[in-house]
């Protein structure tokens, strides 16, 4: 089967207003550049995104922000993206914010067909506010539920026509457990290869995830915070 999408604008365009996306990434490695600007182009409206931060004010999910495309962030923590520290303080935006540990399990339990799980992590706060609690050996837990979604956009280094996919090194992060945990999961790849061409033992996505792949282009790989030294 031939899972390959001639570019970015085929991806989104079955994408309807108010969908629920996944997006991998962290900081700006590792995101899926081409998915998002084709979607910030299209103008969908009214989405959910679920991505462990939204980028900077001019680059990634920050694109969708400052358009006012996003209604609902779920992450982990609103980064180095002024527009969406604005947007959330003003109330313009709904946030939910996750301890990033749970934020990564609770997808996983979404692509696991896990129905919720018990953490310690956030009892006695905000996060656990009307949410079930439990002691489990002395231990106060909190129960946490899947994060499912719609669409899931990954970033892949090496992909092959059957949507096998392989990661490069940090820009693995969200991107794998984010591949199992959506009804349509699109990657896209900066290198595009023939079925055969992964060595299995490489694969680290499974084709079987993923429904659509296509070839990226132009990354910028940004750096979203440059620190140097002077000796």
């Known amino acids: 089967m031939n899972k390959v999408l001639a570019g970015a ?25 081409n998915l ?17 931060n939204a980028g900077v004010d001019d680059f990634g999910i920050g694109i969708l922000m400052r358009a006012r495309q996003v209604r609902k962030m779920i992450a982990t923590y ?16 709904e946030v939910e914010l996750v301890p990033q540990g749970t934020f990564a399990e609770r997808i996983r339990a979404g692509g696991a067909g896990i129905g919720g799980f018990f953490t310690p992590t956030g009892y006695g706060t ?37 949507g096998n996919l392989v990661y490069r090194k940090t ?33 680290v996505t499974p084709g079987i995830f993923v429904q659509h792949v296509l070839q990226g282009a132009r990354y910028e790989k940004r750096i979203e915070k440059r620190t140097t030294s002077h000796g």
């Open 9 to 33: 604008d085929e991806a989104v365009a079955p994408i309807a207003d108010g969908a629920t996306i996944m997006m991998g990434g962290f900081g700006l490695c590792g995101i899926p550049e």
């Open 126 to 162: 905000l996060v656990a506010e009307g949410k079930e609690t439990r002691t489990i050996d002395g231990v106060r837990y909190v129960l946490e539920k899947p994060l499912k979604a719609d669409f899931a956009f990954v970033k892949a280094w090496k992909g092959d026509r059957l």
């Open 36 to 52: 998002i600007a084709a979607l910030h182009q299209r103008g969908t409206k009214n989405l959910t995104v679920i991505s462990n």
């Open 171 to 203: 820009a693995r992060n969200f991107n794998p457990v984010m591949a199992t945990a959506a009804k349509v999961t699109i990657a896209e790849v900066e290198r595009l290869v023939e079925p055969g061409a992964i060595d299995p033992d490489h694969v």
């Open 78 to 93: 609103v980064g180095e993206n002024k527009e969406f520290e604005r947007q959330f303080l003003t109330g313009e935006v």
